[in-house]
Protein backbone atom coordinates (compact mmCIF):
# COMPACT_ATOMS: atom_id res chain seq x y z
CA UNK A 1 0.00 0.00 0.00
CA UNK A 2 2.83 2.77 0.66
CA UNK A 3 4.17 2.06 -2.72
CA UNK A 4 0.72 2.31 -4.40
CA UNK A 5 0.44 5.59 -2.81
CA UNK A 6 4.17 6.57 -3.52
CA UNK A 7 3.78 5.65 -7.08
CA UNK A 8 0.40 7.99 -7.62
CA UNK A 9 1.84 10.83 -5.97
CA UNK A 10 4.71 10.68 -7.93
CA UNK A 11 2.70 10.19 -11.53
CA UNK A 12 0.49 13.53 -9.87
CA UNK A 13 3.80 15.39 -9.61
CA UNK A 14 5.49 14.66 -13.37
CA UNK A 15 8.32 16.50 -13.16
CA UNK A 16 12.24 15.23 -13.53
CA UNK A 17 12.42 14.41 -9.96
CA UNK A 18 9.39 12.66 -10.23
CA UNK A 19 10.62 10.78 -13.72
CA UNK A 20 14.17 10.05 -11.22
CA UNK A 21 11.94 8.51 -8.52
CA UNK A 22 9.94 6.54 -10.40
CA UNK A 23 12.82 4.60 -12.14
CA UNK A 24 14.18 3.67 -8.92
CA UNK A 25 10.54 2.20 -7.95
CA UNK A 26 10.90 0.50 -10.97
CA UNK A 27 14.14 -0.72 -9.85
CA UNK A 28 12.79 -2.20 -6.62
CA UNK A 29 9.94 -3.72 -8.68
CA UNK A 30 12.22 -5.69 -10.89
CA UNK A 31 14.48 -6.81 -8.31
CA UNK A 32 11.89 -8.36 -6.27
CA UNK A 33 12.34 -6.18 -3.67
CA UNK A 34 8.59 -5.41 -2.94
CA UNK A 35 5.40 -5.83 -4.36
CA UNK A 36 2.90 -3.36 -5.70
CA UNK A 37 0.45 -4.92 -3.16
CA UNK A 38 2.72 -7.21 -0.94
CA UNK A 39 1.22 -9.89 1.56
CA UNK A 40 1.72 -8.60 4.91
CA UNK A 41 -0.39 -9.55 8.20
CA UNK A 42 -3.12 -6.91 8.92
CA UNK A 43 -1.67 -6.08 12.47
CA UNK A 44 1.91 -5.19 10.74
CA UNK A 45 -0.08 -3.18 8.19
CA UNK A 46 -2.39 -1.21 10.70
CA UNK A 47 -0.40 -1.23 14.04
CA UNK A 48 3.08 -2.77 14.17
CA UNK A 49 4.50 -1.34 10.71
CA UNK A 50 6.25 -2.24 7.78
CA UNK A 51 9.88 -1.76 8.01
CA UNK A 52 11.42 -3.24 4.38
CA UNK A 53 10.90 -2.77 0.51
CA UNK A 54 9.61 -0.27 -0.51
CA UNK A 55 8.83 1.46 2.85
CA UNK A 56 12.51 1.24 4.02
CA UNK A 57 13.29 2.67 0.50
CA UNK A 58 11.32 5.69 1.21
CA UNK A 59 12.69 6.57 4.40
CA UNK A 60 16.13 6.23 3.33
CA UNK A 61 16.00 7.80 -0.30
CA UNK A 62 17.17 11.40 -0.50
CA UNK A 63 14.14 12.32 -2.66
CA UNK A 64 11.10 11.29 -0.33
CA UNK A 65 12.70 10.89 3.21
CA UNK A 66 11.97 13.96 4.49
CA UNK A 67 8.52 14.39 2.38
CA UNK A 68 6.79 11.33 4.08
CA UNK A 69 2.83 11.65 5.99
CA UNK A 70 3.20 11.04 9.84
CA UNK A 71 1.99 6.84 9.42
CA UNK A 72 5.77 6.75 8.72
CA UNK A 73 8.04 6.50 12.27
CA UNK A 74 11.57 5.68 12.99
CA UNK A 75 11.31 2.90 15.19
CA UNK A 76 8.58 0.55 12.94
CA UNK A 77 8.05 2.31 9.23
CA UNK A 78 5.00 2.60 7.83
CA UNK A 79 1.62 1.57 9.70
CA UNK A 80 -1.24 3.24 9.09
CA UNK A 81 -2.41 3.89 12.46
CA UNK A 82 1.08 4.76 13.70
CA UNK A 83 0.32 6.82 16.53
CA UNK A 84 -3.03 6.33 16.73
CA UNK A 85 -3.51 3.62 18.88
CA UNK A 86 -3.83 4.32 22.78
CA UNK A 87 -2.91 8.10 22.07
CA UNK A 88 -4.71 11.25 21.17
CA UNK A 89 -1.52 12.68 20.07
CA UNK A 90 -2.31 15.43 17.67
CA UNK A 91 -5.94 15.36 18.12
CA UNK A 92 -7.95 17.55 20.25
CA UNK A 93 -11.62 18.47 20.03
CA UNK A 94 -14.16 20.78 21.89
CA UNK A 95 -17.41 18.78 21.82
CA UNK A 96 -20.63 19.84 22.59
CA UNK A 97 -22.52 18.59 25.97
CA UNK A 98 -25.84 19.51 25.44
CA UNK A 99 -26.46 21.07 28.44
CA UNK A 100 -28.09 24.23 27.32
CA UNK A 101 -29.01 22.42 23.99
CA UNK A 102 -29.54 18.92 23.95
CA UNK A 103 -29.35 18.71 19.88
CA UNK A 104 -26.13 19.94 20.23
CA UNK A 105 -25.31 16.73 22.40
CA UNK A 106 -21.69 15.67 21.29
CA UNK A 107 -21.65 18.23 18.25
CA UNK A 108 -17.63 18.95 17.45
CA UNK A 109 -17.18 22.49 17.49
CA UNK A 110 -13.63 23.08 17.89
CA UNK A 111 -10.79 21.12 15.93
CA UNK A 112 -7.46 21.42 16.56
CA UNK A 113 -3.95 19.51 17.28
CA UNK A 114 -3.71 20.62 20.96
CA UNK A 115 -5.85 23.31 23.56
CA UNK A 116 -3.95 25.93 22.33
CA UNK A 117 -4.80 25.39 18.37
CA UNK A 118 -8.80 24.82 18.39
CA UNK A 119 -10.17 26.14 15.59
CA UNK A 120 -14.09 26.66 14.52
CA UNK A 121 -13.13 25.01 11.05
CA UNK A 122 -10.38 23.84 9.11
CA UNK A 123 -9.19 26.02 6.71
CA UNK A 124 -6.03 26.98 8.36
CA UNK A 125 -5.18 23.55 9.57
CA UNK A 126 -1.81 22.18 8.54
CA UNK A 127 -0.04 18.60 8.12
CA UNK A 128 3.25 18.02 8.41
CA UNK A 129 5.60 15.11 7.11
CA UNK A 130 6.81 12.24 9.58
CA UNK A 131 10.42 14.55 9.89
CA UNK A 132 8.20 17.60 11.00
CA UNK A 133 8.84 19.63 7.78
CA UNK A 134 7.72 20.24 4.68
CA UNK A 135 4.10 21.83 5.76
CA UNK A 136 1.28 22.33 4.14
CA UNK A 137 -2.35 22.95 4.15
CA UNK A 138 -4.84 19.85 5.50
CA UNK A 139 -7.39 20.68 3.02
CA UNK A 140 -6.95 23.48 0.30
CA UNK A 141 -9.34 21.67 -2.34
CA UNK A 142 -13.24 23.79 -2.84
CA UNK A 143 -16.38 21.43 -1.39
CA UNK A 144 -18.56 20.12 -3.78
CA UNK A 145 -20.16 23.52 -4.10
CA UNK A 146 -16.66 25.13 -4.70
CA UNK A 147 -16.26 26.90 -1.87
CA UNK A 148 -12.85 27.23 -0.24
CA UNK A 149 -11.04 28.19 3.13
CA UNK A 150 -13.41 28.82 6.21
CA UNK A 151 -16.84 28.79 3.79
CA UNK A 152 -15.78 25.11 2.87
CA UNK A 153 -18.07 22.36 4.52
CA UNK A 154 -14.84 20.10 3.73
Not at 38 to 57: M, S
Not at 96 to 103: F, K, L, N, R, S
Amino acid sequence: MPLAGLIAKLVDMGDMVAGIALGEVDKLLEAGTDELFANTTVGDFLFRGIKTGAAEWMMGYALTKDRLPPVFREENGFALFNGKQDTSENECYQVETGQEDWEQHTVITKWGKDSQSLREDLSEAKTCTWTGKHCQKWWPNADADGNTGENSTC
